[in-house]
């Protein structure tokens, strides 16, 4: 198995998923007279981060310590999981509760998309391995 090939895959596949998820924030907007380009953007923005990020460092655990793969997948998950918490907490102390509440659900659904993603992707790559 390419490494290098599953990994700029995974990176592909992310930017996909993030661009119909906008796509489909973008008519919910126009459907219900929604802001959320903020929610969006702050969706898209750490969405983007973790999925390149956990791309790249799956290339390095991958050509170097093989071993680890399940350990990675497990502290990228849990790594997802804090840093959504801290963005959630951020926006809590910023916003008010009507724009809170519009931010959690779009938030949200980005990072159950890409949390499906992530499981579906890199449980075909590991029983490869």
Known sequence: MNINKESN???????????????CGFVAMQV???DLLSAIIVS?????VIEVAS???FRWVATK???MIPT??????GLRFLAALVVMAVWY???DRTSMMQFIVVFLIYYMASLIHHSIFFSR????L
Do not use: E, M, N
């Not at 990675?72 to 998950?77: A, D, K, M, N």
């Open 55 to 57: 791309a790249l460092v």
């Open 72 to 77: 990675f997948i497990t502290g990228v998950s």
């Open 32 to 34: 219900w007279s929604l």
């Open 93 to 95: 102390v910023l916003s």
């Open 44 to 48: 898209v923005c750490f969405i983007l």
């Open 9 to 23: 895959k995974y990176i592909v596949q992310s930017i996909a998923l993030c661009c119909l998820l906008t796509i």
């Open 65 to 67: 310590h093989s071993d």
């Open 125 to 128: 790559v590991s029983s490869r």
